[in-house]
């Protein structure tokens, strides 16, 4: 039931408010189909971004993709945590590394996810930045790819949801905006620093295009 419920409010009425109102353009990414899992990294600069992100996923992934999102503010209360799970599938982590409780641990957490088959989507930048402004990417997913090399990651990048839905405001305003996606690579080394270089070259790559 779940399952249905995902794809009809993001494959269904998410993509339709997004691309008729809004005026997202999606790209194309029937290609995350032919692979096994993956890990899609995208720029953070608006709520929008996890929503178009799904919206533009291919219906039959849609229960198999989970976005990572802060337990201290998709998780604040219990009812908020199970409504997120539900209705928009996320992975609840804490922001610090907690090395001494497995559990606890944002790393420990997203590992454990993909070897139970779940691809992720991830922000690197760790929080939203000001409109069309890249911020430093964060290491947690360098970690994550270093303990996994076979698992893909896709750059993703989305340009103009900082205006349609800017950090400082809740209020949703048509805006030219558009997701555009890398094809999906595997890392070059298990160094954390040339982890996150590789892939901010590949998600720049993606800016100079957009």
């Given amino acids: 039931m779940q399952r249905v419920i995902l794809w009809f409010t993001h494959s269904v009425v998410g993509w339709v408010f997004l691309r008729f109102f809004v005026g997202v353009r999606f790209d194309r990414c029937k290609f995350l189909l032919h692979e096994k899992q993956f890990i899609i990294v995208a720029n953070h600069n608006s709520h929008l971004d ?63 996810a993909l070897d139970e ?30 303990k996994r090399p076979s698992v893909k990651y896709v750059p993703a990048y989305m340009k103009g949801m900082g205006k349609a839905m800017p950090k400082s405001d809740s209020l949703i305003v048509p805006h030219a905006s558009s997701i555009l996606y890398g094809r999906p690579t595997l890392i070059r080394s298990n160094d954390v620093t040339d982890i996150l270089q590789q892939i901010e070259a590949d998600m720049n790559t993606l800016k100079n295009k957009n």
Avoid: C
């Fill in 117 to 146: 088959g779940y691809s992720l989507i991830l922000f690197p930048e760790g929080t939203r930045g000001e409109a069309e402004v890249q911020q430093p990417l964060k290491p947690g997913v360098a970690f994550v790819l270093s």
């Fill in 50 to 112: 996890t929503m178009t992100i799904l919206a533009s996923l291919p219906w039959k992934l849609i229960g198999k993709v989970k976005p990572v999102a802060a337990a201290d503010h998709f998780g604040k209360t219990k009812t908020k945590a199970k409504l997120s799970n539900y209705f928009i599938n996320t992975l609840l982590i804490q922001r610090k590394r907690d090395k001494e409780n497995p559990e606890n641990d944002p790393i420990h957490t997203m590992i454990k």
